[in-house]
Nanobody
Framework: QVQLVESGGGSVQAGGSLRLSCAAS????????MGWFRQGPGKEREFVAA????????YYADSVKGRTTITMDNAKNTVSLEMNRLKSEDTATYYCALRSAELTLGTQMKYDYYYNYWGQGTQVTVSS
C-alpha cells in the first residue's frame, strides 16, 4: 500500500504565497507521475498541476499557470507545489495524487483517472 501525506496548507491573504508538499511512502515500486488537484467549496475537483518522475513533462491548469511551480524530489518521493500571487478563488482542499503503474505520460496526466493513489487533502484558504 502507498500513503500520501500532504502538508503546507493554511490561511493566507490574497497576493501571498504557499508551498504545498506531498510525501509518498509505503510499497512504492516506481513513481511514474504525481499531480495536484483541488476542490473548492461547492465545486467539483479540478486539475492544478502534474509532473512526471523525470520532471518532464509538466502540466498546469490555465487558472494557475505563470504563478505556480510543481517540482519533484525523487530522493524523497516528494512532490511540491509553489503557489504565488494567491487569489480568493484558489481557496480549496488540495489533493496530491500518484501514478505507480506504467501508463503513457502525456496530457492524460491532467485527469484524475490517471492516478491510482490519493492523499487526504490539505486546506488552503485565501482571504481578500
Amino acid at each position: 500500500q502507498v500513503q500520501l501525506v500532504e502538508s503546507g496548507g493554511g490561511s493566507v491573504q490574497a497576493g501571498g504565497s504557499l508551498r504545498l508538499s506531498c510525501a509518498a511512502s509505503g510499497n512504492i515500486f516506481r513513481i511514474y507521475a504525481m499531480g495536484w488537484f483541488r476542490q473548492g467549496p461547492g465545486k467539483e475537483r479540478e486539475f492544478v498541476a502534474a509532473i512526471s518522475r523525470s520532471g518532464d513533462p509538466t502540466y498546469y491548469a490555465d487558472s494557475v499557470k505563470g504563478r505556480t511551480t510543481i517540482t519533484m524530489d525523487n530522493a524523497k518521493n516528494t512532490v511540491s507545489l509553489e503557489m504565488n500571487r494567491l487569489k480568493s478563488e484558489d481557496t480549496a482542499t488540495y489533493y496530491c495524487a500518484l501514478r505507480s503503474a506504467e501508463l503513457t505520460l502525456g496530457t492524460q496526466m491532467k485527469y484524475d483517472y490517471y492516478y491510482n493513489y490519493w492523499g487526504q487533502g490539505t486546506q488552503v484558504t485565501v482571504s481578500s
